[in-house]
């Protein structure tokens, strides 16, 4: 692809207006919001956001979350906004959730990877919204990283993937919450859970006052991964419905390997491997999590990785956290992080 230089804007007016006229003309911006950060196209505009593929190296059948700037711009993007949809809209939007929805035809399917149905997202960060407002379209933005890395949660870490491919980067502050939205099928009666984020299960329910499932993937784990950085499954059924869940994600350059088990136990084995490898000669990086702060987790998680990354380091043990709440969410993120190498202690 065509190298070109990256603008570096701020989050002033004048920035956001520079970045609305690339997002205009086609081109492609990355942008804080909450969650991580987000490189945003038109998403009305198949030519723009087929850039993004591009620019990411992201297989094409791995669709887009698209960003709106208010709650009523959904009906751009589908044709019945239903009962459910509103009530979660009006609870979590701006927020991080996404929800799944049959797609109108205005909506390119190279946005959508092929499919009929769209993911949306109201986001709550001001520059974010100030962009999707100022360039009067929906913005189509998956994480900022090349594919298969972890996601970015700085300005600098979208500037050390994809420094010279995309036109501008918004550097904002770190974001806040520091994993990708939870990502929510509203497209049959029973909404299903695709991609686990910082609103659970339990507080969709809450507010739908009906069941709400778990795509049953996210509770297994596959073992061993393909050339293609696609995963292959032991259990008969790895068909995550969320077509991006099926690949290799969030990975750092080193080995990485998660224990799992009762606290201490836990400390006491990555201490003594810890030993073992650096006797080895190699660099070792730990995590360790407390299980009572796991906002402080998903905060730091991806910031660890590529903080690891840049320090060289040859492998990394990362302790196991508690799957409640959003502990749910980093785990699922850490156990593809690790190709699903965990030992039990
Ligand atoms: P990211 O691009 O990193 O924000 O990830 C977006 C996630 O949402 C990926 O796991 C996608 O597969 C998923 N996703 C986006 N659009 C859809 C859709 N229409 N149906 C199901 N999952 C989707
Ligand atoms: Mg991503």
Redesign the pocket.
Known sequence: MEKRETIILGTEEKDIETAAQIICRGGLVAFPTETVY?LGANGLDGEAAAKIYEAKGRPSD????VHISSKNDLMVLTETVTDDMRKLMDAFWPGPM?M?VP?RDAVPRVT??G?S???VRMPNHPAALALIEKSGVPIA???ANTSGRP?PTTGMHVLDDLNGRIDAVIMGEPCQIGI??T?I?MTSDVPMI??PGKLTKEDFSRVLGKKVELDPTLLMRPDLNRQDGSLTETAENFHP?????KYKHYAPKAEMIIFEGEAEKVRMAIAEAKLERTEQGEKVGVILYDDNNPEEAAHDFFAQLRAFDKSGVDVIFASALKEDGVGFAVMNRMFKSAGYHVIEV
């Open positions: 987000g791995n669709p887009m979350i996404t799944v797609a959508t990877g499919l149905t769209v993911a933005a998956p994480s996601s990708e939205s990502v099928d695709l991609r419905k969320a077509p991006g869940m």
